[in-house]
């Protein structure tokens, strides 16, 4: 589906819904605005965290209406455990990291990762 096919969908649903009392009509999307509001980023100083502090000093979660605290780790197991508590909500990982945390690997709790 090309974006003008969307596009000429939406005014369509639009044009329909235009005749309608606004009590009957709704909203036919979901908003937006991010699903968590408040991002709290654990990383190790390393090179690879780079693109989450870059974001973060740039400004591009706060453009997206994401409040963003980047919290400085000492290890990777704190990294997981706090991953794990939820104490953070995001990270950067070694790869093998969030498979062994999914698993309940070497005494950590199950718990199921999102992994981009």
Known sequence: ???SDALSRRSALTRL??????????????SDAPETPN????????????PIVMAHELGYFKKFGIESVIS????????????S???NQAT???????F???MGLLGSPVKKMVIP
Request: glycine residues 10%.
């Open 17 to 30: 819904f235009a005749g309608l009392p606004a009590a009957w009509a709704g909203t036919a999307y979901a």
């Open 85 to 87: 508590l939820g104490e």
């Open 1 to 3: 589906m090309s974006v």
């Open 72 to 83: 400085k780790e000492a290890s990777w197991a704190a990294i997981r455990d706090k991953l």
């Open 100 to 102: 062994a945390s999914s």
């Open 39 to 50: 991002v709290r980023f654990g990383i190790i100083a390393l090179t690879d965290c780079a």
């Open 92 to 98: 950067h990982m070694l790869l093998g990291m969030p």
